[in-house]
């Protein structure tokens, strides 16, 4: 029994060692087919080299050989048709040509489009910074002109909905604090904020000349007295180079004497013919 169990063993190590020198013949065997296949590659790739440069596909290359040989049949078709081999060359090394040219430009065009984004971008901060210091200049010079009657108020500005509304309170005595729309005012005390903010308006603009016509209609007598000040002072106070026109039908003869470099011109009242009774 012990001789024959170490026969069997014997037999199998026989097995094995043949079952590994025929796997050991098979992998030096692949070994060789993929050195021959791996030389085939690279002799391919250098060939291919030669004629163009390397294209990345993800089509398999099952679909990359029927691609070859319908362009294959079409380059035969041309030869038979008597194609201008040299011709279409010509055509397509002029097309490649613009291509390079079209694609050159494209790219010019994309790098100066970014640099345009930089530069609109910086113009934009300027402006809204500009804008918000023009804001805070027109607040202070309309409570300064608001001032001059002794009324306190402010100005709200939303430039996202384009809205601009003015809070006043005209209460002199300091008594209340309270603002108000200047919508519930009376006729004379609007126009005397209205003025006011044009004012401000003037004071941070550059025009050469300033208009206003009957401004002063719905005023009573101190409001006109002390808007027709503010108006003078201001001019007063403006440099040469600017010019102020008023309208009004309302006398301006007091005025002329209290400040200097002003100019009236009365017009005559205008001849109106009564209806026939």
């Known amino acids: 029994e012990g001789q024959r169990n170490s026969t069997k063993r014997h037999d199998i190590l026989e097995m094995v060692k043949k079952k590994k020198k025929a796997l050991m013949d098979e992998k030096k065997k692949l070994d060789r087919e993929k050195k021959d296949k791996e030389s085939e590659?690279?002799?391919?790739?250098?060939?291919?080299?030669?004629?163009?440069?390397?294209?990345?596909s993800r089509r398999s290359a099952k679909d990359l050989e029927q691609h070859i040989q319908n362009m294959e049949r079409r380059i035969q078709q041309g030869t038979r048709s008597n194609v201008n081999v040299e011709d279409i060359s010509r055509r397509y090394h002029e097309a490649k040509t613009e291509y390079e040219d079209i694609k050159d430009s494209v790219s010019r065009?994309?790098?100066?489009?970014?640099?345009?984004?930089?530069?609109?971008?910086?113009?934009?901060?300027?402006?809204f910074k500009f804008r918000k210091e023009i804001c805070v200049r027109l607040k202070y010079f309309f409570v300064m002109n608001l001032s001059q009657r002794g009324y306190?108020?402010?100005?709200?500005?939303?430039?996202?909905?384009?809205?601009?509304?003015?809070?006043?309170?005209?209460?002199?005595?300091?008594?209340?604090?309270?603002?108000h729309d200047v919508r519930t005012l009376s006729g004379g005390e609007r126009s005397f904020s209205t003025v006011c903010f044009i004012c401000s308006l003037w004071n941070i603009m550059e025009s050469p000349f300033r208009c206003l016509d009957e401004f002063d209609v719905f005023m009573d007598l101190y409001n006109r007295r002390i808007t027709m000040n503010l108006l003078m002072e201001h001019a007063s106070q403006?440099?040469?180079?600017?010019?102020?026109?008023?309208?009004?039908?309302?006398?301006?003869?007091?005025?002329?004497?209290?400040?200097?470099?002003?100019?009236?011109?009365?017009?005559?009242?205008?001849?109106?013919?009564?209806?026939?009774?």
């Open 41 to 56: 590659i690279g002799q391919a790739q250098s060939m291919a080299a030669q004629r163009c440069e390397r294209v990345n």
């Open 238 to 277: 403006t440099p040469r180079q600017r010019q102020y026109i008023l309208f009004t039908p309302q006398d301006m003869s007091t005025f002329s004497k209290k400040f200097k470099n002003i100019k009236i011109l009365q017009l005559a009242a205008p001849e109106r013919q009564e209806a026939n009774a």
């Open 109 to 127: 065009m994309k790098s100066f489009c970014k640099q345009l984004e930089k530069i609109i971008f910086a113009q934009q901060e300027r402006y």
């Open 152 to 179: 306190t108020g402010k100005l709200d500005v939303d430039h996202e909905k384009r809205h601009l509304s003015m809070q006043l309170n005209v209460d002199t005595s300091g008594a209340s604090t309270d603002t």
